[in-house]
């Protein structure tokens, strides 16, 4: 079927350049960058979203000056040999049609580094609060050096072949410094935000005059509609609107919306920002259909669609052919941002390919059909059936419960996983049926039962359990485990305690839905999520007016009463009355039949929590790799 997406497909001018169609991937941060040069990796990951078929790739934040390094990933646009990095990529984008450019970036204040750190320079010493920077005012010498440090990187870009630059004035780094006033109280003539701004985009401009340049602003920011004003008399040839503030916690989630924020989020803020330029819009775009909506609107004249394309990058072909039932929607769950902060290279909880182009190939019809047998319908039982189902394998899989998606359909009670979990059980459905898996439900499997398959591969999905710890003496109160309290009818009316080891989200969704369901609810602990997914699950959570008791850990309860120990001062003991008792305490693998099938002397492969739990992203991986292996 040919597409009906004629706004998304139609072809945009931007300045000097021509874009086949309106699908962008902004900039991001991949973490295969390694001495501030692009990887093969980053090759590979770039070349794979072209040949999906984006309009545009603007490559991650480079910085224009050593001080302005955010990472010691950060690709480094000072460096001339980066002249050669940026043509490989050139080279492996070029053919496919899409156009190419980079973004040119100071981190000012910001700074996501170890020691030994240099000192991160600002229009004024003000210290910032997510990274905890504590930054000194820029001398005026070395503004006017960071300034032709934009227009040096401009050069190299050009130098490099790549078809533009975008100007990151966004998310609150050095440009947004400048203009904000309680960030710029500097006395000298930089006090005027807009100068530095304008010093800026001149610069690149003079340095770059025949490549497409363009500027990204947060449109929610109080700065965004002034420098969009400001660049409205500018020689530029578009402006990028995208959300979020890198300096602050709740700003930071902003970035990158979860999937608890609405889709197309960015639409509301684009439409206060000045048209004086073509303008991409991004945030939370991940539809292409909705997408092609915010165009024929007038919303944007391109839309980002970055996750979407981490997830699938060949969105845009699929879109493009009609074959909209085969995209791989993003869930907006930010492993891919995770991974950029705990410094390892961009991955995806729904493609385990993202980042890893050059090691797991792309699926190819098998050459000769056999059988597997999959236990397990959770993510990574799923992933194994998909991978080979699609390949042409004939798959059947047993799952004992009734339904699929394991601990992720469970989780999925919750406000906080309600849409994770509709995305990935509605996607796995959707490829189990477009593959011709079979999939048996009620199907709890002996070894004599998988054998009795006769397949030629077998892959053990089982997944996990809650642990319980049988020190533990727990009396005079109701006690649950979290994921039965998810499973079943929320009771309402009670005092409920949630004892939370520390690093599961099933603790902080069962302490939601209780809230939600009008429980009282004190939760002790809740430290371990990454915090892009933690700082909404905190702002909900206060907001339901759920008690947080942090560095708890539970000794036991009695008598309508649930005591916990400080963690750090352990003589200290804290005691909240309670009915109910829901406990969080860690799970522990299910490798029941693992150990029944290794007895019997079956070759087979394990994939996910039952291997020892771990977390959604690691599942699908596991499961794609153990059909991989099992089959090859
Ligand atoms: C891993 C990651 C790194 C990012 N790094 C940058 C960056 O270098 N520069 C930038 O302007 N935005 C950066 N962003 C924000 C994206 O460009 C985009 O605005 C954001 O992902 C929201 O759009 P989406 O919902 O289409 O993904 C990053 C996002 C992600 C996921």
């Avoid at 979203?49 to 480094?76: D, Y």
């Avoid at 004599?448 to 109160?477: H, I, K, M, N, W």
């Avoid at 079943?488 to 209780?514: H, I, K, N, Q």
Wanted: hydrophobic content about 45%.
């Amino acid at each position: 079927m040919a597409s009906t997406l004629e706004h998304l497909f139609s072809p945009l001018t931007l300045g000097p350049v021509e874009l086949e169609n309106r699908i962008v991937s902004t900039a991001h941060q991949t973490t295969l960058v390694h001495d501030h040069l692009p990887s093969d990796d980053f090759v590979a990951y770039h070349e794979a979203r072209a040949r999906g078929g984006a309009g545009l790739i603007v490559l991650e934040a480079t910085a224009v000056h050593p001080s302005g390094l955010l990472t010691p990933h950060t690709l480094g646009g000072y460096l001339p040999e980066l002249v050669r990095g940026y043509r490989r990529v050139v080279e492996a984008v070029r053919p496919t049609g899409t156009r190419l450019f980079v973004q040119l970036f100071h981190g000012g204040r910001e700074q996501i580094a170890s020691a030994p750190r240099s000192p991160a320079l600002a229009p004024s010493p003000v210290p910032s609060q997510r990274f905890r920077v504590e930054p000194r005012a820029m001398r005026s010498g070395e503004i006017d050096e960071i300034v032709a440090g934009y227009a040096q990187a401009a050069e190299i870009a050009a130098a490099g072949g790549l078809d533009g630059v975008e100007i990151s004035a966004a998310h609150r780094y050095l440009i947004e410094e400048f203009f904000d006033p309680s960030l710029n109280r500097r006395e000298d003539e930089w006090r005027d935000g807009g100068r530095f701004l304008l010093a800026v985009v001149r610069a690149v401009r003079a340095a770059a005059s025949d490549l497409c340049v363009g500027v990204r602003l947060s449109a929610d920011s109080s700065s965004g509609a002034g420098m969009a004003r400001l660049l409205s008399g500018e020689d530029v040839d578009y402006v990028s609107v995208a959300l979020g503030d890198s300096s602050t916690y709740l700003g930071s989630v902003g970035i990158v919306p979860p999937g608890t924020t609405g889709e197309n989020a960015i639409a509301e803020p684009a439409a206060a920002i000045d048209r004086a330029h073509a303008l991409i819009a991004t945030s939370r775009i991940v539809d292409v259909a909705a997408a092609d909506r915010l165009l024929a609107a007038g919303v944007a004249d391109a839309v980002g669609m970055t996750r979407a394309l981490i997830a699938d990058p060949e969105l845009p072909t699929k879109a493009r052919d009609g074959r909209l039932d085969e995209i791989v929607p993003c869930i907006a769950c930010n492993a891919c941002i995770a991974h950029y902060h705990a410094g390892t290279p961009i991955a995806c909880t729904v493609n385990p390919r993202t980042g890893r182009e050059r090691q797991i190939e792309p699926r190819r019809p098998a050459r000769s059909r056999r059988r597997l047998v999959v236990v397990g319908a959770g993510p990574a039982g799923l992933a194994a059936a998909v991978e080979a189902g699609a390949a042409g394998h004939d798959v059947v899989v047993l799952e004992r419960s009734q339904r699929i998606g394991g601990q992720i359909a469970l989780a999925g009670a919750a406000p906080g996983n309600a849409g994770i979990a509709a995305a990935l059980v509605g996607t796995a459905r959707r490829q189990l049926a477009a593959a011709g898996v079979e999939l048996r439900l009620g199907a709890s499997a002996s070894a004599g039962d998988v054998l009795a398959e006769e397949s030629d591969g077998v892959v053990v999905a089982t997944g996990a359990r809650p642990y319980v710890d049988p020190d533990l003496e727990l009396e005079g109160v109701e006690v649950h485990d979290a994921w039965t309290v998810l499973a079943r009818d929320m009771p309402a009316g009670l005092r409920v305690v949630v004892a939370d080891w520390g690093g599961d989200p099933g603790a902080l969704d069962a302490a939601e839905a209780l809230a939600a369901a009008g429980n009282n609810v004190t939760l002790a602990v809740a430290e371990g999520l990454h915090q892009y997914r933690r700082n909404l699950y905190l702002q909900r959570l206060y907001r339901a007016e759920v008690t947080i008791g942090h560095h708890l850990e539970l000794t036991g309860a009695s008598g309508g009463a649930v005591r916990f120990r400080n963690a750090f001062a352990p003589e200290r003991e804290t005691t909240f009355e309670a009915d109910v008792l829901v406990l969080s305490l860690g799970r522990v693998p299910e490798d029941g039949l693992a150990a029944e099938l290794a007895a019997a002397g079956a070759s087979f492969e394990e994939a996910g929590d039952c291997r020892a739990p771990r977390s959604l992203e690691e599942a699908v991986l596991e499961g794609t790799l153990a059909a991989r292996r099992v089959l090859a």
